[in-house]
């Protein structure tokens, strides 16, 4: 069982930056790669960025490349998400989850993640 809990959230204006971080708990948090979704307001949850479970393989979606860094750091069991640049199209609840994968896979599919946090809120005006 992991539990996953995100902060980082917050208003900000367009051009401007945020690091959502999440907290795992347990002991077993480098036996999970780790990915992040969002969901805006009437649209389906979508993948953002995942990373394997050493942190040596990520994968970001096409609309955040470049400009989301996803990390990881195993030895304090966190997640984080630096946001650079962020548009007014990247308001949404931003969710972490876990999955229970081989070392070197990362998943992008919702089904396939087994734990998800509460989501924080990110909001970014033009």
């Known amino acids: 069982q992991v539990q996953l809990v995100e902060s980082g959230g917050g208003l900000v204006q367009a051009g401007d930056s945020l690091r959502l971080s999440c907290v795992a708990s347990?002991?077993?948090?480098?036996?999970?790669?780790m990915g992040w979704f969002r969901q805006a307001p009437g649209k389906e949850r979508e993948f953002v960025a995942a990373i394997s479970r050493g942190g040596v393989i990520t994968s970001y979606a096409i609309s955040v490349k470049g400009r989301f860094t996803i990390s990881r750091d195993n030895g304090k069991n966190v997640v984080y998400l630096q946001m650079n640049s962020l548009k007014p199209e990247d308001t949404a609840v931003y969710y972490c989850a876990a999955a229970s994968t081989p070392v070197l896979r990362i998943v992008s599919h919702i089904s396939e993640y087994n734990y998800w946090g509460q989501g924080t809120q990110v909001t970014v005006s033009s």
């Open positions: 347990g002991r077993t948090f480098d036996s999970y790669s």
